[in-house]
């Protein structure tokens, strides 16, 4: 029998053309990987975007974040399930308080609202969607707003703090990056002078290879393979042990935005409320100045909690307030509706029967809405 002879070099040649040329043809067509899914046909969605704070339990609450991605984020979410004829949407647009850290997805303000089982004006069930991506900023949730007109929303419910309003470079790596064409596009249709995009430039073609997103791939990858266990046990959080707020503040008038003599807020991120109003489209837009934790005890007179200190919030609250009239957005201000006794850990997450209270409160408002057009 003759023997044919193998030319290692030659294989090895063929092999690296053949990787070279999928590299350069996943770079020109750039698939929508992310939508391809497990969620929504093979296991249940998601009602919730996938997050979690510590890499160390990625595995634990059986998710990953796909910063780069929202065909990903989106895919995996029940809001991608086909609408149905008698069914007026709702999505959660926020931080963390919106996404709800610490509380399941049945106990949130998501949840506590669908369990109302309100009807709109036109006799349609509403139904509420959490696309909530816990990070405070802005201009996160108008690139979210965006994606989310994709899955036929009929209301944005817009939940916003002081804290989201200020630039943070490690955001702007996060979500304004990989998103820098529509980010440019917003900056220029909305002549966004006050968003810091000196880092923000579209991709290069070979970063758009599967070398250069290799991260992301492996992100999108590992988020299908969380979705058997997570449809198993329905966990999509690590829920932490946590030590009450204490009522005692500093003495402190600092702030994360500078000092009184150094705070102008025509130079923060008010300005991205206009491009929030155009990315919900036709969809009304109620704007909510989410509940804080206000304290009671020492020096309560001089900061409302860890993070605000009362000259800069009660500025802040004067100055949101404005800016939805200006821009013509309906605008509810909650700041202190829920009691100090229903917060987690944090100034800003609240409890189960803090949710259902603010629930409660924001009903009237959503169901005049949907009587506006």
């Not at 994606?147 to 630039?167: C, G, H, I, S």
Request: hydrophobic content about 40%; some cysteine; overall charge negative.
């Amino acid at each position: 029998m003759n023997r044919t002879d193998v030319n290692p070099w030659r294989v090895l040649l063929k092999a690296f053309a053949l990787y070279a040329l999928v590299n350069l043809a996943f770079a020109y067509l750039q698939p929508s990987v992310g939508n391809f899914s497990v969620y929504n046909w093979l296991v249940q969605g998601r009602e919730r975007m996938p997050y979690e704070r510590e890499i160390e339990y990625y595995p634990v609450s059986h998710t990953i974040p796909v910063y780069e991605d929202m065909d990903a984020m989106f895919s995996s979410h029940i809001v991608s399930q086909p609408k149905q004829a008698d069914e007026y949407r709702v999505m959660l647009v926020g931080d963390s308080s919106t996404w709800a850290f610490g509380v399941t997805p049945q106990e949130n303000l998501t949840g506590q609202l669908n369990a109302l089982k309100l009807k709109a004006c036109d006799g349609r069930r509403i139904v509420f969607y959490n696309v909530a991506f816990p990070l405070p900023y802005v201009a996160k949730d108008v690139l979210i707003m965006q994606k989310a007109r994709e899955y036929e929303p009929d209301m944005f419910l817009w939940l916003v703090t002081l804290d989201a309003f200020r630039n943070r470079t490690i955001y702007t790596d996060y979500f304004l990056s990989p998103y820098a064409e529509e980010v440019l596009s917003l900056v220029d249709d909305y002549q966004l002078k006050n968003l810091d995009t000196k880092d923000v430039r579209v991709s290069s073609f070979w970063e758009q290879t599967l070398i250069g997103q290799r991260s992301r791939l492996k992100k999108i990858i590992l988020l299908q393979l969380h979705g058997l266990p997570w449809a198993a046990t329905g966990l999509d959080y690590y829920y932490r042990d946590w030590d009450s707020l204490s009522q005692d503040q500093s003495d402190s008038l600092d702030s994360d935005f500078g000092n009184p003599d150094e705070v102008n807020f025509d130079e923060t991120l008010f300005e991205v409320l206009r491009a929030g109003k155009g990315a919900a489209g036709e969809a009304p837009l109620l704007l909510v100045n989410e509940p804080i934790f206000v304290a009671s005890g020492s020096n309560s007179d001089i900061r409302y909690n860890d993070f605000y200190p009362r000259w800069i919030y009660d500025d802040y609250r004067a100055y949101l307030e404005t800016q939805a009239r200006v821009d013509g957005i309906p605008y509810l201000d909650l700041w202190d509706v829920v009691p100090a006794a229903e917060f987690t850990d944090s100034p800003f997450h609240r409890l189960p029967a803090g949710e259902k209270f603010l629930a409660d409160l924001i009903t009237p408002s959503i169901l005049n809405l949907t009587c506006s057009k």
